[in-house]
């Protein structure tokens, strides 16, 4: 049985002691690049900024100011993040997503599943143009996760 490819549906985002850190369900595009010679990587452009990713991935800054001082100065609230290109953090990802049979014509759900990546801390704020919606790009490195060097394992539905 061959299976055709679909786009990625959701990407799930874990801390490296197996905690979900973010849930990414609105991805544009992904691809999960593995060519010899080169580190691999999973790249990502989401529709969506996902905050809970951002947060994961670099540091969010504490607001000192009491609801006293915000008041007299009429603040919004805000969150703020420290945005550090070198920051990296260990992290596992599980990618989601559906293959049609060629047989069958039915739909089949896969799981890739990597146990040992690593936020990278290039994001792209991509502005839009010409009508289309802005995307955020992100990518993870991949790394084996044993001794025989693997570094990702596939689950199809049979």
């Given at each position: 049985m061959?299976y055709?490819?679909?786009e990625?549906?959701?990407l799930?985002?874990f801390d490296?002691?197996g905690?979900?850190?973010?849930?990414?369900?609105s991805?544009?595009?992904s691809?999960?690049?593995?060519?010899?010679?080169?580190?691999p990587?999973?790249?990502i452009k989401?529709?969506?900024?996902?905050?809970?990713l951002l947060e994961?991935?670099h540091?969010?800054?504490?607001?000192?100011?009491?609801d006293y001082?915000?008041?007299?100065?009429?603040?919004?609230?805000?969150?703020?993040i420290s945005?550090?290109?070198?920051?990296?953090?260990?992290?596992?990802?599980?990618?989601?997503?559906l293959?049609?049979?060629?047989?069958?014509?039915?739909d089949?759900?896969?799981?890739?599943n990597?146990?040992n990546?690593?936020?990278?801390?290039?994001?792209d704020?991509t502005?839009c143009?010409e009508g289309?919606?802005s995307?955020f790009?992100s990518v993870f490195?991949?790394?084996?996760?044993?001794e025989?060097?693997?570094?990702?394992k596939?689950?199809i539905e049979?």
């Open positions: 061959n055709g490819t679909r990625v549906i959701e799930l985002v490296e002691n905690n979900k850190v973010a849930h990414l369900d991805l544009k595009q691809y999960l690049k593995t060519s010899q010679g080169y580190s990587y999973l790249y989401d529709a969506l900024l996902n905050y809970d994961f991935s540091a969010e800054v504490k607001n000192n100011r009491s001082e915000k008041e007299l100065n009429n603040e919004k609230d805000f969150k703020e945005y550090n290109p070198k920051l990296v953090k260990k992290c596992k990802l599980i990618a989601k997503t293959y049609r049979t060629d047989d069958t014509k039915e089949k759900e896969v799981y890739f990597i146990p990546a690593k936020t990278n801390g290039a994001i704020f502005s143009n289309e919606p995307t790009d490195s991949i790394h084996s996760y044993n025989n060097g693997d570094i990702f596939i689950r049979q």
